[in-house]
């Protein structure tokens, strides 16, 4: 299974997997059914997740939605820690994940808007350095894993920041590879596939996130709140949910 899910993650492009990944990956819970680890956003339990990521993680994937440790987490954190759930928000979902549009959808609270400039599962088609609404128009904007692609991630969030209101707030995850770099490394000379992945970790990134992230985001003029829920929850609990044990959740405000 490691090597069949590296394979696809290094040969298939993203915007086709998201269409057809979870009816083969249903089938494959049929083969991890058990009660060792629970996926919150479905609660649906396994005997374990399974394993993720073009250099395969353990126990990463939840079978049933598609859930990865990162979206345990937040959901964890929306769910015990935000009024997310029952506040009345706009919001803007960047890249949206599979795990979480369909719940976000059902929510009678959200007025749940979907963008991306090529996933399939969005619904408005959209460039981040550019986001087509006005400024002051969302109360929460998602965006994960996305910025380690982008041309100008400080375009991306001052967009971002633009199109929030006034005390409203966004969610930006980056991967982090360790041991951390003082400062985020980027350099456009770098083109070659083979070389990106030799350089940021993956071959579509186009730049490694050190130490200064938060700086970053407080460079395009955010208020950073960095949330250490994952170090503060039970052992038992983090192990039940399969989260990872050291991700910061970035809260960015304006």
């Not at 935000?82 to 369909?102: G, Q, S």
């Not at 929460?140 to 041309?151: A, G, K, R, T």
Request: charged content about 30%.
């Amino acid at each position: 299974m490691k090597q069949l899910i590296s394979f696809l993650l290094r040969r298939v492009p993203r915007k086709y997997l998201q269409l057809v990944s979870h009816y083969g990956l249903r089938v494959a819970a049929l083969f991890y059914k058990g009660n060792n680890v629970q996926c919150p956003v479905c609660d649906s339990t396994f005997r374990k997740f399974l394993p993720y990521g073009r250099q395969s993680r353990e126990n990463a994937l939840c079978p049933s939605c598609l859930a990865l440790e990162r979206h345990r987490l937040i959901w964890l954190y929306l769910r015990d820690r935000t009024d997310f759930f029952t506040k009345e928000r706009k919001m803007l979902h960047i890249a949206p994940e599979l795990c979480f549009i369909d719940r976000f959808e059902k929510l009678d609270n959200l007025d749940y808007i979907t963008g991306d400039i090529e996933s399939p599962l969005a619904k408005v088609k959209m460039d981040i350095h550019e986001i087509p609404f006005e400024e002051n128009t969302f109360d929460v904007i998602f965006c994960n894993h996305v910025l380690e692609h982008v041309d100008s991630d400080i375009k991306a969030m001052q967009e971002m920041r633009r199109v929030l209101k006034p005390g409203g707030w966004a969610i930006l995850q980056v991967p982090f590879f360790y041991p951390l770099e003082d400062e985020t490394f980027e350099d456009k000379s770098i083109t070659s596939p083979t070389e990106r992945e030799k350089v940021f970790g993956q071959d579509d990134h186009v730049r490694m996130y050190g130490k200064d992230y938060a700086k970053r985001l407080a460079s395009a003029g955010f208020k950073v709140v960095e949330e250490k829920m994952v170090m503060e929850l039970p052992k038992e609990e983090v192990k039940r949910y399969a989260l990872p044990q050291d991700e910061i959740i970035y809260r960015v405000e304006k």
